[in-house]
């Protein structure tokens, strides 16, 4: 049986962390039009606080020549996620105590391990391009047609052709099976500290639910 690649693997061995994040509640109330917009204007705070991080890590690692190939400026968010925060009248929102951790994880991986910068820009970015762009109708449809320019991503071409590279990418990385053990267990980390995230909003905003 030929090999798989290491795209695959990696998509095969988080998908049921995939399942459990595209199925939280607070992502489902979101999607239904069922929460109050100030849901809406909270996940995007929370999305600001991560994305800082995430962002002024990218800047680091960009001229990193194992993790630099992934860094592309059509993908920075934070412009976009502080256009959106001014128009719901969030800024200023405090980061939950999930998102602290996540923002805290971040520091610690993302700035001196290419791999593990990797691990979590695959994680929101490609996320952003599939599930994300299924929510940002949704939210078009239910609360607002303008604060949505983080779901907006004009400087890629075309996200099925992006998605593609990206894989490409991660399949020819210089990465040895222990190497890439190790990033697909912190691809389960971020996609725990998204779910982790959306618990925390769903908390606060999403209606007759505990999480
Ligand atoms: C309403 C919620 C969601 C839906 C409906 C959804 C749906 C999808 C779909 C259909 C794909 C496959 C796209 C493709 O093959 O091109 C995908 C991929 C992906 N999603 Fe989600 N998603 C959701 C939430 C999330 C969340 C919360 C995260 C993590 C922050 C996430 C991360 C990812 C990643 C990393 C991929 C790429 C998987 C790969 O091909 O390697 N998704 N999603």
């Known amino acids: 049986m030929a090999e798989e690649l290491f795209s695959a693997a990696v998509r095969r061995s988080t998908e049921g962390r995939h399942r459990d994040a595209e199925q939280a ?30 962002e ?26 502080e256009a ?3 128009e719901l009248d969030g800024a200023g929102l405090p980061p939950s105590p999930a998102t602290q951790r ?4 971040l520091r610690d991986v993302c700035f001196t391990w290419p791999g593990g910068f990797v691990a979590h820009h695959y994680t929101r970015y490609l996320g952003d391009l599939s599930g994300g762009q299924y929510i940002a109708a949704a939210v078009r449809r239910h609360y607002t047609t303008s604060a949505t320019s983080f779901y907006a991503f004009d400087g890629i071409g075309s996200p099925a052709a992006f998605k593609a590279r ?7 990385a210089p990465w040895d099976q222990e190497e890439r053990r190790r990033i697909v267990d912190e691809v389960l980390v971020a996609y725990q500290l998204n779910i982790d995230v ?7 905003h999403a209606a007759g639910q505990a999480a």
């Open 25 to 54: 509640v607070f992502l489902g109330q979101l999607v239904t039009g069922a929460l109050p917009l100030a849901g809406y204007a909270a996940m995007v705070a929370q999305h600001h606080h991560i994305y800082s991080v995430l």
């Open 166 to 172: 990206y894989r490409s990418a991660l399949d020819a």
């Open 198 to 204: 959306l618990t925390d909003l769903g908390r606060e």
């Open 56 to 81: 002024e890590a990218a800047a680091v690692m960009r001229d990193d020549p194992v993790a630099g190939p992934f860094v592309h400026d059509g993908l920075t968010r934070l412009p976009a996620l």
């Open 102 to 105: 996540y923002t805290q994880r």
């Open 84 to 86: 959106d925060l001014r």
